[in-house]
């Protein structure tokens, strides 16, 4: 079985559509996608292109994607890497597809000079939480992420 990555393209709107809801069924977070083609179209080959796609086929079928954007790191002085989501549809997991995608994205961070790629991954996740420390990622306890949305981010914006 050989996988194979390419960069998503606009056509692919809506499979990426479709990947991130199988993404939230399975982290449980159906009822946070807000999501729409159009915003996805948008921020992803919009004027201003805020993410990147890799997508993953296995015998001309969707597997699995991706998605990330640059990040910036002013202790090392480099762009980094943020992988925000990675997902394999169920029946292709085990198969290679989750680390032909990290692979890829690997070489495309340092193709582009950058000093890290990071994630973050949900503490329910023991299977993720294996398969990237088989990689030979290591977790980064020493912080702790915050966020800001909704109706907080708007307060402090002062609207």
Not at 6 to 22: S, Y
Not at 39 to 65: M, Q, S
Not at 81 to 100: M, N, S
């Given at each position: ?11 692919d ?25 159009e ?9 201003r ?9 296995v ?12 990040n ?12 925000e ?25 340092v ?49």
């Amino acid at each position: 079985m050989t996988v194979r990555i390419r960069p998503g393209e606009l056509e692919d709107v809506p499979l990426i559509a479709e990947l991130i809801r199988g993404l939230a069924r399975y982290e449980k977070l159906e009822d946070e996608v807000v999501m729409t083609e159009e915003k996805l179209t948008d921020a992803l080959f919009g004027e201003r292109r805020y993410a990147e796609t890799l997508i993953a086929e296995v015998e001309g079928e969707p597997a699995g994607f991706a998605l990330f954007f640059h990040n910036f790191s002013t202790f090392l002085a480099q762009p980094g890497i943020y992988l925000e989501d990675l997902f394999v549809v169920p029946e292709q997991r085990g198969h290679g597809v989750g680390k032909a995608l990290l692979e890829r994205l690997a070489q495309t961070a340092v193709d582009r000079g950058c000093g890290r790629l990071e994630w973050a991954v949900l503490d329910w996740n023991r299977d993720a939480i294996r398969f990237y420390e088989g990689l030979g990622a290591r977790p980064n306890s020493d912080w702790t992420v915050y966020r800001l949305a909704g109706e907080s981010l708007r307060a402090l914006a002062g609207e």
